[in-house]
């Protein structure tokens, strides 16, 4: 995943924000137990939020304990215990991780290509071990991004079609928890509107870097725009021009969960969803997100460092 599906931090309670770390910090350790240490460098943002989502709508209650990791060996801190929700999350993180390193390797050129061969070997393990738990999401999963794939290849111009394999398999992933017809439909129309929005917003972060690159990008063909005197100004515009579309997912994305009935974990969605989304939002139509990547007062203050002791571990 992309890491947009995010909290806002400065409006986020105390005690949502420890619960938060603590799903976190379990999705982290998950992927380490089921997928191999090396998985929990693709640990994100997006199946964080995934993994309090399913767990939202679970009738238990999560329970969370105080403990030490070999990141922070001296001061417990709150973690989830481990359940179905956080392990399906961890499993899905790695499907989705591989694909996407696959995708990457065939649209990477020779040099940056020749070094993601060098990691995908454990990348490929851990999802060699997520497929025999999960086979039918890792069906899913290969289905609709091997058609995201073929899109990209027919270098199709259209924003529907390029968004829809995405939006197709979050909407899958959603509705795997309802438990009933009416939230199924609910389910699937939360998540297509998600994972449209995932790789929408994706593609406008992406707009320089693909114009230089010549690689593939929906709004660079729709807009029509080429390398040369007039693109930082019509990247500029087809930034904005995305706003519309954007915000429309995103409504309807909240439209669909307010249909929902939520056990837990309302306040930290409802702020992922009405904040954090919305800002990480405006930062890539601004052009600042692709550029910092991190915003230590949007995020987790301790991700980053976290990400660097991790990746001296594996």
């Known amino acids: 995943m992309f890491g947009y599906v995010r909290i806002y931090k400065p409006e986020l309670k105390v005690g949502e924000y420890e619960q938060y770390q603590g799903v976190y910090c ?10 191999g240490q090396t998985a929990r460098l693709s640990l994100s943002y997006d199946l964080t939020f995934f993994a309090l989502f399913r767990m939202a709508l679970d009738d238990g209650c999560p329970r969370f304990e105080r403990g030490r990791c070999f ?4 001061k417990k801190r709150p973690c989830c215990a481990s359940n179905d929700h956080i392990r399906f999350a961890a499993d899905a993180s790695a499907l989705l991780t591989y694909y996407k390193l696959r995708d990457n390797i ?6 940056r290509r020749t070094a993601l061969h060098a990691i995908q070997p454990p990348v490929a393990l851990s999802r060699r071990r997520a497929a025999v738990r999960q086979p039918e999401l890792e069906q899913a999963v290969r289905t609709y991004l091997e058609e995201q ?12 079609a390029a968004a829809e394999p995405s939006a197709r398999l979050l909407s899958y992933m959603a509705a ?48 029509g725009i080429h390398k040369g ?27 669909a969960y307010n249909l929902l009935d939520i056990r ?13 989304m919305p800002a990480a939002q405006e930062r890539v139509i601004q052009g600042q997100y692709h550029k910092e990547k991190r915003d230590p007062a949007v995020l987790p203050s301790e991700e980053k460092e976290d990400q660097g002791k991790i990746a ?3």
């Not at 379990?26 to 380490?32: A, I, R």
């Not at 990141?71 to 001296?74: C, E, G, Q, Y």
């Not at 100004?233 to 706003?243: D, T």
């Not at 306040?267 to 904040?275: A, C, D, K, P, Q």
Request: hydrophobic share 35%; charged share 30%; net charge negative.
């Open 106 to 111: 065939q649209d990477s050129g020779p040099v």
């Open 264 to 276: 837990h974990f309302d306040g930290i969605l409802r702020n992922v969803l009405e904040w954090g």
């Open 149 to 160: 794939n073929r899109l990209e290849m027919e270098q199709t111009p259209s924003l529907d």
């Open 312 to 314: 001296g571990k594996v």
């Open 176 to 223: 795997l928890t309802a438990r009933d017809d009416r939230e199924r439909l609910i389910l699937e129309r939360f998540g297509y509107c998600l994972g449209r929005w995932i790789y929408l917003i994706d593609a406008v972060d992406d707009m320089a870097e693909d114009l230089e690159a010549e690689g593939y990008n929906p709004y660079l063909l729709a807009r």
């Open 71 to 74: 990141l922070h060996p001296v």
């Open 26 to 35: 379990s999705l982290c350790k998950q992927l380490g137990k089921s997928c």
């Open 229 to 255: 005197e007039g693109a930082e100004q019509a990247i500029r515009e087809a930034r904005e021009y995305s706003r519309l579309t954007l915000n429309a997912c995103l409504a309807e994305c909240i439209a």
